[in-house]
Structure formats: structure tokens, C-alpha cells
């Protein structure tokens, strides 16, 4: 099936590039300059982050456009005396609820990151949520609540009334907390462990599902109430030695391995179906390699390795986070894309090199090879269109 995708171009520029009849349709800029956007699965809306250029850029905004280029509005001005990015090339992390009628971000406050919410209309509040750092947040599926993660705190936002639960004030070693129905997962320390928990709104009370040796990346598995779990071990860095299927709703059940690592990071199929490992290249020179297994842990495909754009390496180190809102799934799961550079295409950027990264599609079956689609820093897939309630 051919998609529609948002390209970032090395020079800051943003784009729609639509592919028909297997022939990539490059549409004109969306957005002169911009980073990481992130679109809204209600509406033909896209909210995109905006740095001034140079090294002593002095404000940020998050803007608003339609897809065929109306402007909407901001979302967000940095304010004074404010750092404008939360590190290099990345202005602030956002996020739409999955009805598609708030956006959550996190930006630079005065003292800390902070977390922010706006509307679809790009009425926001200067007032931030939540700070701290690390700052991390996942949507439940109804939109009505947000799991907030920041440094050892966990709680439950409720933008409606602005109500707030708190979760545990002793969660630790993982990133970003997964909401599965009425229950919030997480994981705290115990014995030298990661003990995985789930805590149900209803009751209040926290039930350990299962234990691990090391620290973990949680993701729900789409479709289901199963919840991944990507686990470091102690004396690994940087790898995953292992990727689990568990039952969030019955703590009876025992961690179902999926994969041997190492792998940096997983991305699971919209409809559950798949999950695409990001592979460190055997040899050690930087390079990675997609394998996509199904959810008994057969190899259903993999790809030649390439080395990774700056961005796709974020997103890598990043991925339970930035699965939940930049997607490189089609939402019918029939292709993926990945961004960086061949072994023939001249030196990486780590080598004083910073251009010609490209965007590559993939059809994850055996034997189909990464697309060249053009230059491009990163690209995103729309979310599936959701009917906002």
C-alpha cells in the first residue's frame, strides 16, 4: 500500500512526500526550518519544533500547520532567560493524545525540564505539569489521563480537572511508564532487580508481575494487553540482551522471551504483529541492521546494515519514548523507515561529514531491500486516523 510521510531535510526543512504507484512525489516545504514533527491522528494537523539556527539561538516555538501548508498557530514560545533546546537538535519532545485534542511537551524550564500541555488550537499554559529530569510521559488510551515519569516520581495527570495521583515515588530503572487499560506499568529496585509493577486505578494498589536483572525499556505490544519488555543486563552498555512478552492483566503468567539480544531498540508493528529490532553491526564500526521477528520470535527479515543519521541514533537510544508519537510503521504495518547511509555512501557523519544522510523505506519480507526515497535527516509515517469522541 503506498503512504504519505514526513521528511526533515538536512537543511531544516520540513515536507510531505507521498509515494504512488512505488514513485516517491516530493511536495513542497511544509515548514522552512524545523525538527521532529509529530502528527495528530484526529485531524490533517502536524505540531513541529523550531530552534533558531546557530549556536546562540535564544528561542524556540512549536508550531502548528495543516497538512497542506495553512498555518494553525503556536503551541509554545520559549520564554526569556530560558535554554531554548533539551539538547542538541532537539528543541523539545511533543506528543498528541490519542484523541488527537491535547498536546503534551516537554521543554526547557528555568530550573529543570518541564512538562506542558496545549490544545489543538495552540492555547497553551505557561504553567508546566510536571519537572524534573529525567522527564518522561505516555497517554492512556482514552486520552483522558497522562502517566507521568520524572526522576523517581511516577503519577497520573487528569487534564480534565487537573487531578493528580501519585503512583510511587521509588520508580526506577526504566524510562517511560505504559498505560494498559485502567493500570500504569513501571518498574521499581528490589534486591539489586527490576521489579516490574502494575498499579490499577481502581484499587490503588501495586502488583509485581515479574523480575529482571537488569534495567528495562517498557512498551505495550499494540492490540493487546501484553506488555515488552526490553532488558539490559548489568555489566551490558548501551544493549538489550533480551526482549519478553508478558501479561499486564494476569501477574500469574511468566516473561515469554521474543528475542535474543543485542539489539538497541524495538519498534513494534501497529497491529502487533511484528516487532523491528535495530541490530548492532557485528563488526563494531557503527553500523546497524534491521530484523523484524514475529511475536514467537521467528526471524520474518532483516536488512543489510547502514549507519545511522543523527536522528535515527536519538531515536534509537530513545525508543520506548518515541515510538508512542513519531512513527516509522506504516499503520498497517506493511513497511518501515530508517534514515543514515549506505556502506558506499562516502564517510559517516561521524567523521566531519554532517550531509547526505537518506531516508529508506523497507518492506520488511525476505529479500526486499532498504528504498532510497532522498536526502533527509528522519521521516514519519502519519498514525492510523482515529474519530475524535
Known amino acids: 500500500m503506498d503512504h504519505e510521510i514526513i521528511v526533515c531535510e538536512g537543511s531544516g526543512a520540513v515536507r510531505a512526500v507521498a509515494r504512488e504507484a512505488g514513485v516517491w ?11 521532529w514533527p509529530v502528527l495528530n491522528s484526529a485531524e490533517d494537523l502536524i505540531a513541529i519544533s523550531v530552534a533558531e539556527p546557530g549556536p546562540t539561538a535564544s528561542k524556540s516555538i ?65 504553567d508546566a505539569i510536571a519537572s524534573g529530569a529525567p522527564l518522561f ?42 498505560c494498559i487499560g485502567d ?8 534486591d539489586g532487580q527490576a521489579a516490574l509493577m502494575r498499579w490499577d486505578i481502581g484499587s490503588g494498589e501495586a502488583t509485581e508481575l515479574a523480575r529482571f536483572g537488569g534495567g528495562v525499556a517498557l512498551q505495550q505490544r499494540p492490540g493487546t494487553a501484553q506488555l515488552s519488555v526490553a532488558v539490559a543486563e548489568a555489566d551490558e552498555s548501551g544493549a538489550f540482551t533480551g526482549l519478553y512478552l508478558i501479561d499486564a492483566i494476569n501477574p500469574a503468567t511468566h516473561p515469554v522471551r521474543v ?19 535495530v541490530v548492532p553491526s557485528q563488526i563494531g564500526d557503527g553500523r546497524y541492521a534491521l530484523r523484524v521477528v514475529d511475536a514467537t520470535g521467528a526471524t520474518v527479515a532483516s536488512t543489510e546494515a547502514f549507519v545511522p543519521s543523527q536522528d535515527f541514533r536519538l531515536m534509537i537510544g530513545f525508543f520506548d519514548q518515541y515510538s508512542v508519537s513519531h512513527h516509522l510503521w506504516a499503520p498497517d504495518g506493511s513497511a518501515f523507515l530508517a534514515s543514515g547511509r549506505l ?36 521521516a514519519f509515517f502519519a498514525p492510523a486516523r482515529r474519530t475524535p469522541q
Open 25 to 35: 512525489s516530493w511536495r513542497p516545504p511544509l515548514a522552512p526550518m524545523g525538527r
Open 62 to 126: 512549536i508550531r502548528m500547520l495543516h497538512l497542506d501548508g495553512r498555518d494553525a498557530g503556536l503551541a509554545y514560545i520559549s520564554p526569556g532567560g530560558v535554554a531554548p533546546v533539551i539538547a542538541p537538535r532537539v528543541p523539545h519532545y511533543a506528543n498528541w493524545s490519542p484523541r488527537g485534542d491535547i498536546l503534551s511537551f516537554v521543554a526547557s524550564g528555568r530550573e529543570n525540564l518541564g512538562l506542558f500541555l496545549s490544545d489543538a488550537a495552540g492555547t497553551y499554559s505557561a
Open 137 to 178: 510521559s505516555s497517554w492512556r488510551a482514552d486520552g483522558e489521563a497522562l502517566a507521568i515519569h520524572s526522576g523517581a516520581d511516577l503519577e497520573l495527570y487528569f487534564p480534565a480537572n487537573r487531578g493528580r495521583i501519585a503512583i510511587s515515588s521509588l520508580a526506577v530503572g526504566f524510562r517511560t511508564p505504559v
Open 183 to 190: 493500570a500504569v506499568m513501571y518498574t521499581t529496585a528490589e
Open 259 to 277: 528475542a535474543r539480544g543485542p539489539f538497541v531498540a524495538a519498534f513494534w508493528s501497529p497491529v502487533g504483529d511484528r516487532v523491528a529490532l
Open 343 to 378: 556502506g558506499g555512501d562516502a564517510v559517516a557523519w561521524s567523521f566531519s561529514d554532517p550531509g547526505n544522510d537518506y531516508i529508506f523505506y523497507w518492506e520488511p519480507r525476505r529479500g526486499s531491500p532498504l528504498e532510497f526515497v532522498g536526502p533527509g535527516d528522519s
